[in-house]
């Protein structure tokens, strides 16, 4: 069975974690967290018989896809560039031209995703983890609108991806 957001409709879900006593009660009933990895709604699903095993549930809430995209961070000392590895709603990975930051660090994104419209803005971010130029970043705060242009730009690189999967079957079956 296929799960879908039941906020927006589309089929890119994935189970989430569990947080608090209420979420831990539900699963004894096979009623577990879901996140929309497009519109981030976090909803409840049963899913009789199932049951998932918190340590199977991958930390992140968002699944992250390739995507690259030049990005100019910002910090009090300056602008620094770079661009992503992947993307998702909740943060990136940056490959960063001057290794200057640290885990901890606080910084502001202009992800330049669409060619004929202003970069999105992420207005508060952090990086969680500093590798040498590659950068795991976390969006803290990014404003109603621009979450709304990351949405469609997470939903082309879903739709991509389901679409190359399928020409992918396609062609294994044309072969086969």
Not at 102 to 113: D, K, M, P, Q, V
């Given at each position: 069975m296929e799960i879908v957001c039941m906020h927006c409709r589309k089929p890119f879900v994935k189970a989430a974690r569990r947080q608090g006593l209420l979420d831990r009660l539900f699963s004894l009933a096979y009623v577990y967290p879901f996140r929309c990895q497009v519109c981030r709604h976090r909803f409840h699903l049963m899913q009789w018989g199932l049951c998932y095993i918190e340590r199977d549930v991958d930390r992140r809430e968002y699944e992250r896809r390739p995507a690259t995209l030049r990005v100019v961070m910002s910090t009090s000392e300056g602008r620094y560039e770079g661009h992503t590895i992947d993307?998702?709603?909740?943060?990136?990975?940056?490959?960063?031209?001057?290794?200057?930051?640290?885990?901890?660090?606080?910084?502001?994104?202009?992800?330049?995703?669409?060619?004929?419209e202003p970069p999105i803005v992420v207005d508060a971010a952090v990086v969680r983890v500093a590798n040498g130029t590659r950068l795991g970043v976390e969006f803290l705060r990014i404003a109603d609108k621009e979450k709304e242009r990351l949405s469609q730009y997470i939903m082309s690189l879903w739709m991509d991806g389901t679409q190359a999967a399928r020409r992918g079957r396609l062609a294994a079956v044309a072969a086969g």
């Open positions: 993307l998702a709603m909740g943060g990136c990975a940056i490959n960063a031209y001057d290794p200057q930051f640290r885990e901890g660090a606080f910084l502001s994104l202009h992800l330049n995703a669409f060619d004929s």
